[in-house]
């Protein structure tokens, strides 16, 4: 058992779950919500944002799995009706997450191709992209559904809208059943974004 490795990851995952979250609630207050400000969710205080399960429990179990690492946070509370644009404004407020993990991945995989091939750098990329493919999962209350919502049409929005309550089941119920099937997903898009990272630095191997 690696438990450098662990500390490692856990403390990459923290990192990133903050400044993931921390987005969500800048943005919605940059269009003119306060909720999450109020409820003290504009900090870097990895507390505010933690969840047991998905921000240390299932990343810690994957990592010991050997599987590609993703998770999550308690989601910032946002008022849609306070924002300006409504629906595209939630839009926004989603994409901010997961566009914070691509640019992390992004800083992660420069320092890993030009730096040196620093080991760690190249987990902090993974993990990262791990974070950003999973919660644009189009399923609620991941980030993903947040954004289908605002471009799809009445009767998908109101389906949407009825998996509110149980969706995060459905989600702990995917990853506990559907495990292969994640890591499938999971490992394919790492693969299709890193191939992106490398094309636009310049190519070849890494």
Do not use: C, Q
Request: net charge neutral; aromatic share 12%; proline share 6%.
């Amino acid at each position: 058992m690696n438990i450098t490795g662990a500390v490692i990851t856990l403390v990459i995952i923290l990192f990133s779950m903050v400044l993931h979250e921390l987005s969500h609630g800048v943005m919605a207050y940059w269009l003119g919500d306060v909720t999450a400000k109020e409820d003290g969710r504009l900090t870097l205080n990895p507390l505010k944002h933690l969840d047991p399960f998905m921000s240390v429990l299932l990343p810690m179990m994957l990592y010991f799995m050997n599987a590609p690492v993703f998770g999550g946070a308690k989601p910032v509370p946002v008022n849609p009706r306070n924002l300006k644009g409504k629906e595209w404004g939630m839009a926004l407020v989603a994409l901010a997450g997961p566009l914070m993990n691509f640019i992390l991945a992004f800083i992660g995989f420069l320092i890993f191709r030009f730096g040196g091939y620093n080991d760690i750098a190249l987990k902090f990329t993974h993990i990262n992209l791990g974070f950003m493919i999973f919660n644009l999962l189009p399923i609620p209350p991941l980030d993903g559904s947040r954004i289908l919502y605002a471009i799809s049409p009445d009767g998908v929005r109101e389906f949407l809208t009825s998996m509110e309550t149980f969706g995060i089941m459905l989600v702990y119920l995917l990853i506990l059943v559907g495990g292969n099937f994640f890591s499938y997903i999971m490992i394919g898009g790492i693969n299709g974004v890193l191939d992106f990272f490398i094309i636009i630095t310049g190519g070849g191997m890494v």
